[in-house]
């Protein structure tokens, strides 16, 4: 045992001998996707939109970016998977575009330029700190160029011929409207309430809930609740304070910032469904109820034509050929250069300069 130790160090010793003065360069390969190169500029840009996304997405807002998770999944792990995808659509980009037989006027492309150097000009320091020349920046940027300049290819042939039909189904397959009423969380000094007061003002969301569910309708009831909610909490009540209370918005399954079980409940509700959600408060010590009621997604015909149609075809024609390329780009071979991922790992990003 003593002699394989001896062995195994004298070993250690010559490889270290080995490598004295050498000096390992930096690869200028990362991976090559369906057989094409990808060279480290271009790698190192995508990894850092990653790497940006991840912050803002990342579950624990409080920790550092590579310490958190996101959609748990280890930001890491999540930051390579998004990057070697968008490194995969760049190329079928430019690929697309080219089977298109599409291409920039001189006049585009020096709009383009005057772009980029002004972007260049605030960011371009940092991004090289990241190892990101304006080459690959420009690469970068004129590939969601092309991107738009196919999708309104897409959009003109058959595939972007949606009818009202399909468009009404998508929205409402897709999205709930939801209308809603704050009730006011704070006394007249802007303090939380005391434990009784908010009991009260809980009760008093859950009862216009009950009522709203028994066939009631928000419109009718909110500004008789807001009233009592505003005098439970010693406050004047404001003809305004209806008006900038009670509102609609859309929700879908990737809309976030709401408590667990609340997209998919009402995302699986009637119309005139209602119920109460805590809205989020900067505040930790103030429990703010929101009573909700689902709605028609549109009010009829014309408003459906006149607000959402032109939305929802846009929309539709997106997704359909987001998915399309997903597809094509599944397909595509990657082989990584692990000691060039190692090299380039997310955690020498730099978020200074």
Sequence with gaps: MKMKRWIAAVLCAVLALSLTGCKFSAPACVMTVDGEEIPAGLYLMYQYQAYSSARSRREDTSAAVLKSSIDGVRAADWIHTETVSAVKRCIWIERAFEQAGLSFTQEELDAFDQRI???????????????????????????????????????????????????????????????????????????????????????????????????????????????????????????????????????????????????????????????????????????????????????????????????LQNEMTSVAFSDRQKAETDAYDVQEDGFAVWMYRPSNIKESV
């Design 117 to 311: 150097e002004s972007i260049w000009s605030y960011s371009g320091a940092l991004l090289e700190e990241n190892g990101v020349g304006k080459q690959s920046y420009r690469r970068m940027y004129l590939s969601e160029e092309k991107y738009v300049r196919l999708l309104e290819e897409y959009r003109s042939g058959p595939d972007g011929d949606i009818t009202q039909a399909q468009a009404r189904a998508y929205m409402n397959e897709t999205y709930s409207r939801i209308r809603r009423l704050i009730l006011p969380a704070t006394d007249a000094e802007s303090a939380p309430l005391a434990a009784d007061k908010q009991a009260e003002l809980d009760a008093l969301a859950a009862d216009l809930a009950e009522r709203l569910n028994a066939g009631g309708s928000l419109d009718d009831l909110a500004e008789e609740t807001l009233k009592q909610a505003y005098e439970l909490c010693g406050r004047e009540y404001t003809e305004e304070a209806l008006s900038s209370d009670l509102g609609a918005f859309f929700i879908s399954e990737e809309t976030t910032g709401f408590e667990d079980g609340f997209v998919p409940t009402v995302m699986a509700a009637s119309v005139g469904d209602a119920g109460v959600y805590q809205n989020n408060t900067s505040n930790e010590d103030v429990s703010q109820p929101v009573v909700y009621q689902k709605i028609d997604n549109y009010e009829d015909d014309a408003d459906f034509t006149e607000n959402y149609w032109e939305i």
